[in-house]
């Protein structure tokens, strides 16, 4: 089927190419529009291309990710740099009518553009692991850390409180990611890779040195108090043990006058990994529903 054949494309924007690719650019429904987590993480098409049996699925790497090109100043690395990225990717990309899937940073990136551009011709939102408020997402990783067994929990703080990241810091991150960050053992190969590609300038310039040590540009962003204002439908997803805590989503879904939720049992950040199947058939029949 077309959809397993995906063509690739570079999408010229003021700031550099990007990397794009379809699955099922033939298919009649409305494009779903996939933006990556990180920030400076990359497009993992995994699980996600195979809707692209009912409607174009298109993938894009942020500037300085992936397979896009670096930017000339880092300076451009910026969470507004990105929100004028999505738009130029979607002009030209055509995509007038349009439903937006962002993955954890990618869920903030979708909110911003939402929120400060009121683009027309989303019909639809996906905020799957969402990063929506900083400030809630690092109260909740801070809770799941007094859960960590004590040597991991000396380690972050002591990593934290001298500005040591290395070795010691390092193995407990990894402890920590093993339980909330993607539960499969060993991770597949297509995920160590992503992470291996991981920008570390652009992650520690927008968040900091893991998911739970946050210093970056991102730290104070907070949609939760404007949230309300996203009035198309929306569903939100996540993991029991996601680093998107569940009582945090639930805040967001319930901020929102036209959102639904789904928690996935046994998984974590990367859910729609570990839960394949049952990940797909929730967001099937949400675009079913809603578009």
Known sequence: MSFYHPRETRIQTSAGSLWHCVYGGDKPGIPLLVLHGGPGFLSMPETVCELGNERPVHFYD?????????????SLYTPEGYVRELADVRQALGLDEVCLMGFSWGAMLAGLYL??????????????????????????????ISRMPQEVQEAIFKGEESHDFGSDYQEAMMAYYRRHLCRLDPWPDFVADALEKLNMEIY???????????????????????????????????????????????????????AGMAVLPDASHLHHIEKSELFLMIVRNFLEEKL
Not at 65 to 74: E, L, T, V, Y
Not at 117 to 144: H, I, M, N
Not at 247 to 253: A, L, P
């Open 115 to 144: 929120l400060n551009e009121k683009p027309t011709g989303v019909k639809a939102a996906l905020f799957c692991g969402p990063l929506l408020s900083s400030p809630a997402w690092e109260r909740d990783q801070r809770a799941y």
């Open 204 to 258: 520690f310039r927008l968040w900091g040195q893991s998911e739970f040590t946050i210093s970056g540009l991102l730290k104070e962003y907070d949609l939760m108090g404007r949230l309300h204002e996203i009035e198309i439908p929306v569903l939100l997803t996540c993991g029991d043990f996601d680093e998107a805590g569940v009582g945090t989503v639930r805040h967001c879904q319930m901020a929102m006058p036209n």
């Open 62 to 74: 942020q500037l300085g990710c992936g397979q896009s090109d670096k930017a000339s100043d880092p």
